[in-house]
């Protein structure tokens, strides 16, 4: 099954690690995109992911 990547909300925020600058253009899909297990881990391995703001009002 491919996910559908058209279907998405895109808005600008901070970065989730210091110095959190507002300069990302954060996009989130409608529907989840399904990855496997092992991508998850490789992903997680090969990337610093950590997240050190917590969330913020709107």
Known sequence: ???????????????TTPECDENVIWTVFRRPILILDYDLENFRDDLFFESYRGP???
């Open 1 to 15: 099954m491919q996910s559908d990547l058209t279907q998405c909300w895109r808005y600008e925020g901070p970065l």
């Open 56 to 58: 913020q009002p709107l």
